[in-house]
């Protein structure tokens, strides 16, 4: 304070120069009795320099500490004299009502208190334990850091505060909270006193691995190096204003001698300290006494650093905003004044309601290029450095700056590391971790325990078709309706899309049997062609035997229209092509089984049957039968088509592609139609079966309309419970397997006698059993 009024008194920018008064007065009832001495003009004053004018100060700086602060800035309000705090940081002291003249060159614990707030989130330390002092500054600052803890998503496991002087149970009954905590991170708000006595107890009790985070009044106070427990310390984290340099300070402090301040108690305690004499008027006798040619030039300790200067500067600005404001105060000019009518202050009587105006309304920079204002509530901007304890011995403390908090910055911006190393608690290197429940990974969800603070809760997955891509996530949000969650549950993605393809090995055996059935059909009509005049094609009706080979080969090709992607073609092609060719089938084996009973009575004596049912009635009766059946599918596909459909149904993360039915009506019909047919066909053979073996194939036609009905008979139950492509391969196994069984039934006792026994592929053997059963 003394260097800085100095500094302006010799700068001539400044008018007037300034006087001061120094109290050095120890314990509340000295302070506040100093305070009103500086009020009332007495003078009881250990040093005092320029002081030609009233008695009465026009600004008081200090306390250090809130408490007296507290005490008499709320007296000094009522006087409306400036009181200027360098460290005194209780939010209380922001209460305009309480302390009108209150001003501070240290941000207030409520900047602190949100600072410590954004710092414990930054390392996702979200379960913490928090110890203060039992003042107005403990309890104070440690209820600014709850609600903003709490407004950041950190939850507070247990408050507890003590006193240094207080009664010892208060400090057990904190040791035992925290030796029964589950927090690894501790908020320590309170001063050097209470940290020093309770680190001391924890270090005793052997209650380690813990991270303490602790405010500006001990994160760097030398006097934690004095301290049993000062290993508990060590990776310590701790917000304190930002250091600067003052020019020439060290130069002022090396000239400092006992004889500038013979009434200082603190000055004779340090030259005898440091010179290790005693002063004339001592009460160290051992001591040798002093030469009066020490000098603190060539002597280095901890009074001449000035290499670490926190609150130190804070009283360099607390003078200079002061001389700024009286500086304003003297150079008004009249009629432009802040006063009635425009009027300034008389500089000749200057009174200190006047400079409390003046520094309301102060707004420099200081030569460090930093600006000093106060707000509304004199409060200086907040600023801060993060400090680490990074070692810490008997005598010595070592610690860096591994970040900044500016709360000017926005909210997002303001707390910002620096990429220093850090040494955690006990001088590990890993982050601790303080939480009460893991972190829920993405895919998972949070639910709360019962009774239990918002940081407590349980993860479980979300529920099917529900994504969560962030961690610790509050709900789950479903996936569109075409996509579903991955393995992981934290993205959506496309559903597979299900149809029976080509590709497919299914696909691809099925595919197989549809060419090998047409291939083996048409091969079968090639060795029918050839052998076109033999008896044994010529008594079968060779007509109605090419026309039915002809559609097999289309009920094998057709079974493909149902393999590959549905469309909105393929879909209407596959069943109405499937209805036609197989009523086109099953007419053909109907007229052959009705040639086969016309042709026996047609040789019973006096019989002219074959005359009602020659070639031109057998091609009328195919043509009529299937035409019936055309009509069917056109009604069907004109009413209501088959269309391609995405059933997302069956599967949940599946989507089947498949060909609706449109008209279900007209599906059955078409199936309806076909088994008609087919019973019709299976009775006519029935009744058959006895004929001759040498001339009919009836047999054959009842074995293959038997394999006909009892394949369509249970495709009826497997197509309704057959799942996705499963359908359509069901429906393709049905049309295979009635296909084969017309063709092997029908036409493989016949190539075995073309191609194997060419000896019974007679007329008299055809013909032979005929005349039999005539005689």
Not at 180 to 195: D, G, L, P, Q, Y
Not at 461 to 476: F, H
Request: with cysteine; charged share 15%; hydrophobic share 40%.
């Amino acid at each position: 304070m003394i260097f800085a009024i100095e500094e302006i008194n010799q700068n001539p920018a400044f008018l007037p120069n300034l006087g001061y008064k120094i109290y050095n007065s120890c314990g509340m009832t000295n302070m506040i009795k100093s305070a009103l001495d500086l009020a009332n003009g007495q003078r009881e004053i250990i040093d005092e320099r320029n002081c030609t004018k009233a008695d009465t100060a026009l600004a008081i700086l200090g306390h250090s500490a809130s408490a007296p602060t507290v005490g008499f800035a709320r007296i000094m309000g009522r006087f409306q004299i400036p009181v200027i705090s360098h460290f005194a940081t209780c939010a209380c002291l922001s209460n305009r009502e309480e302390f009108p003249s209150f001003f501070r060159t240290i941000p207030s614990d409520l900047r602190q208190s949100r600072a410590l707030a954004q710092l414990v989130k930054h390392f996702g330390w979200t379960w913490v334990g928090a110890i203060s002092n039992k003042n107005d500054y403990g309890v104070d600052g440690m209820a600014s850091f709850i609600q903003a803890a709490q407004e950041e998503g950190v939850c507070i496991e247990y408050y507890e505060a003590f006193d240094q002087t207080g009664p010892l149970h208060d400090l057990n009954k904190v040791v035992e909270t925290v030796k029964h905590s589950t927090s690894k991170v501790i908020v320590a708000f309170m001063s050097h006193r209470e940290v020093n006595v309770l680190a001391t107890e924890l270090y005793r009790q052997n209650i380690t691995a813990l991270q303490l985070v602790g405010s500006d009044a001990w994160i760097t106070d030398h006097s934690l190096t004095d301290s049993e427990g000062r290993s508990i310390l060590v990776g310590s984290l701790g917000f304190v204003v930002s250091k600067a340099q003052i020019p020439g300070l060290e130069e002022h402090l090396r000239q400092i001698h006992p004889s500038q301040f013979p009434d200082s108690h603190f000055v004779r305690d340090l030259w005898e300290d440091v010179f290790n004499c005693a002063l004339n008027d001592s009460s160290n006798t051992h001591k040798k006494p002093c030469s009066g040619f020490e000098s603190l030039q060539n002597v280095e300790s901890y009074f001449t650093d000035v290499s670490e200067l926190r609150f130190t500067y804070n009283v360099y600005k607390s003078v200079y905003a002061v001389a700024h404001a009286i500086h304003n105060l003297v150079t008004c000019e009249e009629g432009r004044g802040p006063f009635y009518n425009g009027s300034c202050a008389d500089t000749k009587n200057i009174q200190p309601w006047q400079v409390l105006h003046y520094l309301q309304n102060v707004n420099f920079t200081t030569s460090q290029g930093e600006r000093v204002t106060f707000d509304q509530n004199g409060d200086s901007p907040a600023k801060y450095e993060l400090i680490n304890l990074q070692h810490v011995t008997s005598g010595t403390i070592h610690f860096d700056t591994v970040g900044v908090f500016d709360a000017s910055l926005p909210h997002d911006r303001q707390f910002i590391m620096n990429g220093m190393k850090i040494v955690w608690e006990g001088g590990s290197h890993t982050v601790p971790v303080s939480v009460c429940s893991e972190s829920c990974n993405p895919g998972e969800r949070k639910v709360f325990q019962k009774g239990k603070p918002v940081c407590c809760y349980d993860c479980i997955p979300c529920a099917d078709g529900e994504i969560s891509n962030i961690t610790d996530s509050m709900e789950c949000f479903k996936c569109p309706i075409d996509y579903w969650p991955n393995t992981r549950g934290d993205t959506c993605i496309l559903k597979e899309i299900e149809f029976l393809s080509f590709e497919e090995i299914m696909g691809i055996i099925l595919t197989l049997f549809c060419l090998i059935g047409a291939i083996f059909t048409t091969l079968i009509a090639s060795i029918f062609f050839h052998f076109r005049e033999t008896p044994i094609v010529r008594a079968n009706n060779s007509e109605l035997s090419f026309l039915l080979l002809f559609s097999l080969t289309l009920c094998f090709l057709c079974a493909l229209t149902f393999i590959g992607r549905p469309s909105q073609w393929s879909c209407m092609l596959r069943h109405t092509a499937f209805g036609i060719t197989f009523v086109l089938s099953i007419s053909c084996v109907l007229g052959k089984t009705i040639v086969v009973l016309m042709a026996f009575r047609a040789t019973l004596p006096g019989s002219n049957m074959m005359k009602w049912f020659g070639p031109s009635q057998q091609r009328l009766s195919v043509l009529g039968f299937t035409l019936i059946q055309v009509i069917i599918c056109i009604l069907w596909l004109t009413i209501s088509p088959p269309f391609p459909f995405k059933n997302m149904n069956h599967y949940k993360d599946k989507i089947i592609l498949e060909c609706a039915l449109g008209s279900p009506v007209g599906f059955w019909a078409v199936l309806g139609y076909i088994g008609l047919l087919a019973v019709l066909c299976f009775l006519l053979a029935f009744f058959a079966r006895k004929l001759p073996d040498n001339f009919n194939e009836a047999k054959f036609i009842t074995f293959s309309m038997l394999i006909f009905c009892a394949v369509w008979i249970t495709f009826i139950p497997a197509y309704a419970s057959s799942p996705g492509k499963f359908t359509v391969a069901v429906e393709i196994f049905a049309i295979l397997a009635s296909s084969y069984g017309l063709l092997f039934c029908i036409f493989i006792p016949k190539c075995v006698v073309i191609l194997l026994r060419p000896e019974q592929n007679t007329k008299k053997h055809v013909i032979g059993k005929t005349k039999d059963i005539h005689h």
